[in-house]
């Protein structure tokens, strides 16, 4: 047999400084610790992404020269949506131009609004109402061509009886494309939620609202077991409408809880007097339609 092999010496330790004798060793954090360094982390990484974001629109905004030449764009027939939006699509353009080339507005009857650059969501002020105005752009090449779509809205959708005009700017300030439509005022169908009593006050839920209308357009009245009061018209948020029903005065005080001025889901009506509501006495609240046709009632019994 031959002679075996030298081993090889052992490796030098590792470079110091050491923990003086007796020592343990330094422990490693535990787990736990690096979640909150990792977080940090992600919230940076998304902070960062949307900073980029906005800094790289503002640069391309600035850097475009539009050509001399202005696109012509048109809009299809604008259509309602169930949620009270407008929504129409580009069905021309004479050239295929950056969103950032362009600036969009709303027109509100007579009243013109403050044009802002057209992205994927701008917010436009018209009197005292803002209006969302989205741009779903179909090729995803950040350029308005045909097939593109734009959805204009407002809380609760949009308000009934009014003209609306959305205008596309150029970058020189012309428009370059229009879009015309109107929200026909008819009567709205709206749901109740069960009334609840307290404290001599009832107040009435509105659930639903199939469609936005001001509150001028509104009657109330109220009956007190047999007797019925005289309708009158809805005073404004926050305002009683007072109903006088044998001689007693109730009021009815709308809650216009968006600050729409119009009716909407999640508003509220209280009715009440001087002493709270008599006890043992069944009362039926009436919303009405301008033309005192009856839109919703709700009836309860106080104990």
Do not use: C
């Not at 940076?44 to 764009?73: D, E, T």
């Not at 752009?137 to 204009?152: E, H, N, Y």
């Not at 229009?178 to 026909?184: L, M, Q």
């Amino acid at each position: 047999m031959g002679t075996p092999a030298p081993m090889a010496p052992p490796a030098p330790p590792p470079p110091g400084p050491y923990p003086p004798a007796g020592m343990p060793p330094p422990m490693a954090p535990p787990p736990g610790d690096r979640l909150p360094v990792a977080l940090l982390a992600v919230v940076a990484v998304v902070v960062a992404i949307v900073v980029i974001a906005a800094v790289w629109w503002i640069f391309v905004a600035s850097v475009f020269v539009p050509p001399a030449v202005r696109p012509q764009v048109s809009f299809s027939t604008p259509s309602l949506t169930q949620s009270g939006a407008a929504t129409f699509s580009v069905v021309g353009a004479s050239a295929a131009y950056p969103g950032v080339a362009y600036r969009a507005n709303l027109e509100v009857d007579t009243v013109l609004g403050t044009a802002d650059w057209l992205r994927a969501s701008t917010t436009i002020t018209v009197g005292s109402t803002d209006y969302t105005v989205n741009w779903q752009d179909a090729d995803g090449l950040a350029t308005l061509s045909v097939g593109d779509r734009i959805t204009v809205n407002a809380p609760g959708g949009l308000p009934a009886g009014h003209a609306f005009k959305f205008l596309l700017i150029w970058a020189d300030g012309n428009a370059v494309g229009e879009a015309f439509w109107t929200v026909t005022l008819t009567k709205p169908v709206i749901t109740f939620a069960t009334p609840s009593t307290s404290g001599g006050t009832t107040t009435i839920p509105v659930a639903a609202v199939s469609q936005s209308a001001g509150r001028d357009n509104y009657r109330v009245n109220l009956r007190v077991n047999t007797t019925t009061g005289s309708a009158v018209a809805l005073a404004p948020a926050g305002t009683a409408s007072n109903v006088s029903v044998a001689g007693t005065t109730y009021a009815i005080t709308w809650t216009d809880i968006g600050g729409e001025a119009t009716v909407n889901a999640g508003d509220t009506f209280r009715i009440t007097t001087a002493g709270g509501l008599p006890s043992a006495s069944t009362f039926t609240f009436f919303l009405l339609w301008s033309d005192g046709s009856q839109i919703q009632s709700s009836s309860w019994t106080t104990a």
